[in-house]
């Protein structure tokens, strides 16, 4: 079972930018690809990023293409979100998860991942 651990989030300007960690425990990394999902108040926990086991593949939603990037750091056991160009809708709770490697991935799908981190709030003021 691997533990997962965000931080890094805080409370920015609009157009401020953000690097989000989540520093895995328990088991190595490169055996799970990785996600980034978020969860505004009184919404549903939506996807944001995702990255493949290796790096190799990265997905976003089209609301943060441009401006987020996830990227991970095997050796460390860590997967990053840079978030610059900040807006107000990006207000939220961020989570990391795992979905372990050796099964079809949908990265899209809170559902399919099977572990979780406990969040970092990320506020944009206006």
């Known amino acids: 079972q691997v533990h997962l651990v965000e931080s890094g989030g805080g409370l920015v300007q609009t157009g401020g930018s953000l690097r989000l960690s989540c520093a895995a425990s328990?088991?190595?990394?490169?055996?799970?690809?990785m996600g980034w999902f978020r969860q505004a108040p009184g919404t549903e926990r939506k996807f944001v990023a995702a990255?493949?086991?290796?790096?190799?593949?990265?997905y976003y939603t089209d609301s943060v293409k441009g401006r987020f990037a996830i990227s991970r750091d095997n050796a460390k056991n860590t997967v990053y979100l840079q978030m610059d160009s900040l807006k107000p809708e990006d207000t939220a709770v961020y989570y990391c998860?795992?979905?372990?490697?050796?099964?079809?991935?949908?990265?899209?799908?809170?559902?399919?991942?099977?572990?979780w981190g406990q969040g970092t709030q990320v506020t944009v003021s206006s």
């Open positions: 998860a795992a979905d372990p490697v050796g099964t079809m991935w949908f990265y899209e799908e809170r559902g399919r991942y099977d572990y």
């Open positions: 328990g088991h190595t990394l490169s055996n799970y690809n």
């Open positions: 990255i493949g086991w290796n790096g190799g593949s990265t």
